[in-house]
């Protein structure tokens, strides 16, 4: 099955299309997705990079993710709304922020990770695999 799907920022500024099945999604309850959101967790889609196309305007910032190496955080520069990442450990994909798509109904989540930074008032409600920071790929 292909699909095609849209989002973008909050202000409008940017706009993306994907051509590319998520290759997984998970919830992620790590701090740094904690922090960048303001919510106790983030879901998120892996998607081979190819498959983004992205038109606005972008600002981005690196840190360093739990693997030690590179997380590159992109965000519209006119809102702040966080829209993707790319990690160093995960070369090829972007990881994209289901909040950010227009529709997201069809968004199956299938793990939830980094559960050992999940906030004791987030109750997971699913059998889904918890991992307590990230699964081998
Ligand atoms: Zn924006
Ligand atoms: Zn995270």
């Not at 289901?98 to 990770?113: C, F, K, Q, T, Y």
Request: net charge negative.
């Amino acid at each position: 099955m292909s699909r095609e799907y849209e989002g973008g920022c909050h202000c409008g500024a940017v706009r993306y299309t994907c051509t590319r099945e998520p290759e997984l999604t998970f919830y992620c309850h790590c701090k740094d997705c904690q922090k960048t959101t303001g919510s106790p967790f983030s879901v998120e889609l892996m998607i081979a990079d190819e498959g983004l196309a992205i038109d606005g305007p972008l600002e981005s910032y690196v840190v360093q993710g739990d693997s030690g190496k590179p997380v590159t955080r992109w965000n519209c520069a006119r809102c702040g709304s966080g829209l993707y990442l790319e990690c160093a450990a995960d070369p090829g994909y972007v990881f994209l922020k289901a909040g950010s798509l227009d529709e997201a109904g069809w968004v199956r989540p299938e793990m939830h990770i980094y559960t050992s930074a999940k906030q004791p008032w987030t109750n997971i409600g699913d059998s889904l695999p918890r991992f307590e920071r990230a699964p081998d790929l």
